[in-house]
T-cell receptor
Framework: KAGVTQTPRYLIKTRGQQVTLSCSPISGHRSVSWYQQTPGQGLQFLFEYFSETQRNKGNFPGRFSGRQFSNSRSEMNVSTLELGDSALYLC????????????FGNGTRLTVT | SQQGEEDPQALSIQEGENATMNCSYKTSINNLQWYRQNSGRGLVHLILIRSNEREKHSGRLRVTLDTSKKSSSLLITASRAADTASYFCATPSGSGGSNYKLTFGKGTLLTVNP
């Protein structure tokens, strides 16, 4: 079974621009969640989607948004990029049931200059 | 707010030794999970222990959970250089009955020297 695939692997953007990151979950997994990882704040939850509906949202500004398609693939978008948005963005998928662990992709490394 | 807090922040041992990492959390949980992350890569799920379980084993891993103390420990026995990584505990919370807002601790950086 193919794992979670995130594209692109690396991204360099300029302040004020916007960016879209993509995530393809493991086949059959209906839940996709996104996390931001920085050295200072660690791993922080952004949002989780299940069957195209956002079920959970973290404490991030409205510049961070996401969506999930009918095939469970997900995208997250960050608008009006700030330097502090530089981070490793991780996507994880799961069947969405209680006690099912998350399967993470290798992330997208975003650098904002 | 930080739910899981790992201790120690960093641990350096020799190959063949055992490594123990601890995690404390604040609120009631359904389960507690441990993940490993190699530098710059995604997280890999290691083991999940449910709130009604006290101990769980998986290969060289042993996890304990004490819900009265709100703490967990991860023991890696007979460590190998390939175990060098950051280890995170995570606890789930979420609205609508879902459990997929995981809150991670800051992690323990384990270095296993050959």
């Amino acid at each position: 079974k193919a794992g979670v695939t995130q594209t692109p692997r690396y991204l360099i953007k300029t302040r004020g621009q916007q960016v879209t990151l993509s995530c393809s979950p493991i086949s059959g997994h209906r839940s996709v969640s996104w996390y931001q990882q920085t050295p200072g704040q660690g791993l922080q939850f952004l949002f989780e989607y299940f069957s195209e509906t956002q079920r959970n949202k973290g404490n991030f500004p409205g510049r961070f948004s996401g969506r999930q398609f009918s095939n469970s693939r997900s995208e997250m978008n960050v608008s009006t990029l700030e330097l502090g948005d530089s981070a490793l963005y991780l996507c994880a998928s799961s069947p969405g049931q209680l006690h099912s662990p998350l399967h993470f992709g290798n992330g997208t490394r975003l650098t904002v200059t | 707010s930080q739910q899981g807090e790992e201790d120690p922040q960093a641990l350096s041992i020799q190959e063949g030794e055992n490594a123990t990492m601890n995690c404390s959390y604040k609120t009631s949980i359904n389960n507690l999970q441990w993940y490993r992350q190699n530098s710059g890569r995604g997280l890999v799920h290691l083991i999940l222990i449910r709130s009604n379980e006290r101990e769980k084993h998986s290969g060289r891993l042993r996890v304990t959970l004490d819900t009265s103390k709100k703490s967990s420990s991860l023991l890696i026995t007979a460590s190998r250089a390939a175990d060098t990584a950051s280890y995170f505990c995570a606890t789930p919370s979420g609205s609508g009955g879902s459990n997929y807002k995981l809150t991670f601790g800051k992690g323990t950086l384990l270095t296993v020297n050959p």
